[in-house]
T-cell receptor, first 113, second 111 residues
Framework: DGGITQSPKYLFRKEGQNVTLSCEQN?????MYWYRQDPGQGLRLIYY???????QKGDIAEGYSVSREKKESFPLTVTSAQKNPTAFYLC????????????FGQGTRLTVV | DAKTTQPTSMDCAEGRAANLPCNHS???????VYWYRQIHSQGPQYIIH???NNETNEMASLIITEDRKSSTLILPHATLRDTAVYYC????????????FGGGTRLMVKP
């Protein structure tokens, strides 16, 4: 089945450790996005990529890094520099262009202890 | 991209129409209006989008005012499963747009 997959669903890490969240899509979409969501809040854009080997910072990129080496994959690394990493992380993809819908993964809930 | 303003929360009786407003007074001619919804702890789901004309699909109807400064999402017969946060966003007509979400409207459908 076509879709966008995030793994794992739940992730626990110790403070000070980097952690990488996976996002894979088999929809042949050019654009991919990472969002952070805190309890009771809306989605905030971390990074987005329009095409392979290119990505741009969103509103809250500090403490995060991404790569886009393959069209299907857009992993997000939460570094130790991110002061409040515990959150719900959502990945999305779209064909690109304004007249196309985005598809979201089911999210990864990261807890840093 | 233009900003949007939505009420923080709304209630609707089950079986009734839910009308969710969105203000986008700074929208430009090339920006589309999109609606997504997010059920608790899940990824957002696309509902509908439009540019100028009203649109309808199996989930909802989208009514855009003639001046395009506001729109209304209509769920014709709301069910308990429609309880969710509804996001209205506008996206410019160029490739690789940033999808920027506001706070959305928390719709509670009550029996």
């Amino acid at each position: 089945d076509g879709g966008i997959t995030q793994s794992p669903k739940y992730l626990f890490r110790k403070e000070g450790q980097n952690v990488t969240l996976s996002c894979e899509q088999n929809l042949n979409h050019d654009a991919m996005y990472w969002y952070r969501q805190d309890p009771g809040q809306g989605l905030r854009l971390i990074y987005y990529s329009q095409i392979v080997n290119d990505f741009q910072k969103g509103d809250i990129a500090e403490g995060y890094s991404v790569s886009r080496e393959k069209k299907e994959s857009f992993p997000l690394t939460v570094t130790s520099a991110q002061k409040n990493p515990t959150a719900f992380y959502l990945c999305a993809s779209s064909p690109g262009g304004a007249n196309t819908e985005a598809f979201f993964g089911q999210g990864t809930r990261l807890t840093v202890v | 991209d233009a900003k949007t303003t939505q009420p923080t929360s709304m209630d609707c009786a089950e079986g009734r129409a839910a009308n969710l407003p969105c203000n986008h007074s700074t929208i430009s001619g090339n920006e589309y209006v999109y609606w997504y919804r997010q059920i608790h702890s899940q990824g957002p789901q696309y509902i509908i989008h439009g540019l100028k004309n009203n649109e309808t699909n199996e989930m909802a109807s989208l009514i855009i005012t003639e001046d395009r400064k506001s729109s209304t999402l209509i769920l014709p017969h709301a069910t308990l499963r429609d309880t969710a946060v509804y996001y209205c966003i506008v996206i410019h007509n160029n490739a690789g747009n940033m999808l920027t979400f506001g706070g959305g409207t928390r719709l509670m459908v009550k029996p």
